[in-house]
């Protein structure tokens, strides 16, 4: 793969099943494909049987496939031109055996995705609407529109007004928005059912439909917070009532037909905020939650769908995501080896679904970003019957889909280079765990020790495109999780809190070393590169232990917890949570401190609308380094912000896998300067 062919990176989102896809039945996934003639992303809803995947909907735009209960209509978002040009997702409704789809709102700013009620008549969605003058909207008491830098002044009186890739949150709240498609001549909707004063989220249907339950943040966001309630939310009013009080965050919900809510969260009540797992929990009518999956092995992720009376949910385990089942009525938490595991492997799952005794997943693998996965559930059902919970085998599961055959077949680097596990040992015996990514053939290459970011975050086994570039490109990659990241129990994910520059260095290099010891690496020609906190880490290891490595590349990175505690969307708890209150503290954690240290060439790349880590960030950090002397140089990217390597425009993708290659190239080329003389 080479930095022109992410065109050919075809990724499906969540699916939405009805029967077994494999016999009869259809899936339906929205897959993702960047265009670069168009220098946006196409997106198309797509039929998936025994036969593989079809395309369904006729719109370049379309996402968020749900199944209607009853099997007989879709719903999904397609984007629509409003009357003055603006594109937004708005709510549509098509039936599944044929027949037009209906476009049913015109909310200012869009739709979020859809949530059917379990009678199949009305779908929620939860959409953001715009103080009047604002975001295209007409100031009050005419037409006029103004543009955006000719809006009125933000009077801002709170922390949590603003987050990377949404902006300003105060002046466009999130509510809630609930439609009855079964009248084809019914008027688009476009007002909210909810008027909070804060946003909701997440929004699940009670089994009667007389209401549903969201998420809000405590007391409706009457002060800045980090904890979670659930509210119900009449369905014919819009009225709220809290609900279930939580003890942290909620991310999704899930409700059974006798009531028992379900949902994926956070504890906040140690006071810490960071390296946190989310695990499932569980309220029946009038009781309050309980917590059914371990705090200190089990992280959760995405929305807890039931199975009878068990419920399935995505855990993460080193450096997988597989799909775990918490058996009915469950009271205790449940540790990570209780689970048992019903699809599993070396995969990621990115959302799944269940109906009947079938789940269909989606899920990233070595060789493809993502393919739709179909496993019987009655074989797990029978596994579990003759096994412990703990060693049950998961089903194999049966794969409809080939999206990753482009990148096979038409990529201008055919193939997929192959990954290998590694485990290092750091340097007070902790084991640490990881991965490198080969390019063609026997070496010795030269290596690029990458660092994820978070750092509550995790490398995985699955397809990653940046390792895959640079391996086609004759790079071995190192990849891994340091301790601080995701998906090795708590203590693991809390080690670096008040200790970043610690031992998560040493687990970086320690990694590094294992992968050295192959005869197939060169230990003389190694480079470091990070985004966000690996881009902190980058910074920190370039300035400590500069003399292992030819050059950096650093990138969307904390340089300065000072700077960044004030103006980073989450830097007015993050750091304080991370590295503590004391400016002395910050200053000493601070790569910016050391930047004088710095003796090899270095890359500062950052984004002009990054809000999680301020272009000022390496604003600072670049000033410093060339101050020093150093050969630094700073990459800005216009219009972008933190998730530019995931989900920037195509070209600028394009345009910084080239430059890094370029960099890679000058300053770690693949063969060495005086190579066969």
Known sequence: MLANDIPHLHVPSSPTVSGDPGNGGAAFVAVSRPDLDQDAYRSTIERVTAEGAVRWTSGDRDSSPALSPDGRSLAFLRSVDDDHGVAHPQLAVAPVHGGEARIVTALPLGAGAPVWSLDSTRVAVTARFP????????????????????????????????????????DKPQQLVVVDVTDPGAALVDTPLTSAP?????????????????????DLGARETHDDDL??????????????????????????????????????????????????????????????????????????????????????????????????GTTAPLGLDELEVVLGGRLVVSGFDVDGDVLVATAATTDSP??????????????????????????????????????????????????????????????????????????????????????????????????????????????????????????????????????????????????????DLDGSRVGIMGGSYGGFMTSWVAAHHGDRFVAAWSERAV???????????????????????????????????????????????????????????????????????????????PGEGHELSRSGTPWHRVQRFEHVLAWWAEHLPVTPVGAGR
Do not use: K
């Not at 005419?142 to 949590?160: M, N, Q, T, V």
């Not at 995701?486 to 590094?512: E, F, N, Q």
């Open 231 to 328: 509210y119900r939310v009449d369905a014919t009013d819009g009225t709220m009532a809290l609900a279930i009080r939580t003890e942290g965050s909620v991310s999704s919900i899930a409700i059974a037909p006798d009531g028992t809510v379900h949902y994926v969260g956070a504890s906040h009540l140690d006071g810490r905020l960071v390296g946190e797992p989310q695990g499932l929990w569980v309220a029946t009518p009038g009781s309050d939650p309980v917590r059914v999956t371990a705090r200190e092995t089990v992280d959760v992720s995405g929305t807890p769908v039931r199975h009878g009376d068990d419920v399935l949910v995505a855990v993460l385990d080193r450096g997988t995501v597989t799909v775990r089942r918490v058996p009915a």
């Open 559 to 637: 340089n300065a917890w000072d700077s960044f505690a004030g103006s980073s969307d989450i830097g007015w708890y993050f750091a304080d949570a991370y590295v503590g209150a004391d400016p002395e503290e910050q200053r000493r954690r601070s790569p910016l401190t050391y930047a004088a240290q710095v003796t090899i060439p270095f890359m500062v790349a950052h984004s002009e609308q990054d809000w999680r880590c301020p272009i000022e960030q390496g604003q600072r950090q670049f000033v410093a380094l060339r101050r020093a002397g150093v050969d630094a140089s700073f990459l800005v990217f």
């Open 131 to 170: 103080e009047p003058g604002r975001y295209g909207s007409a100031v009050p008491g005419g037409d006029r529109r103004p543009a955006a830098d000719a809006e009125a002044p933000r009077l801002i009186s709170r922390l949590d007004f603003h987050v990377d890739g949404t902006g300003y949150l105060l």
């Open 370 to 519: 993502g393919e739709v996965h179909v496993v019987d559930l009655t074989a797990s059902d029978d596994d579990a019957a003759t096994a412990a919970a703990a060693t049950a085998t998961a089903t194999a599961p049966t794969v409809l889909t080939d999206y990753a055959a482009p990148l096979r077949s038409e990529a201008s680097a055919p193939g997929v280079r192959r990954i290998e596990e590694l485990t290092g040992t750091s340097a007070d015996g902790t084991p640490v765990h990881g991965w490198v990514v080969l390019p063609e053939g026997d070496g010795p290459h030269p290596v690029l020790r990458v660092v994820h970011g978070g750092p509550f975050g995790q490398d995985t086994w699955a397809f990653f495109d940046e390792a895959q570039v640079y391996a086609s490109a004759g790079y071995a990659v190192v990849i891994g999780n340091p301790r601080g990241s995701g998906g090795y129990g708590l203590d693991h994910g809390r080690a670096v809190i008040r200790a970043m520059g610690t031992v998560d260095v040493d687990d970086v290099l320690a990694l590094l070393d294992a992968a050295l010891e192959r005869p």
């Open 198 to 218: 804060c946003s909701v989220s997440a929004p699940a249907w009670y089994p009667d439909g007389g209401a549903l339950l969201v998420v809000a943040p405590r």
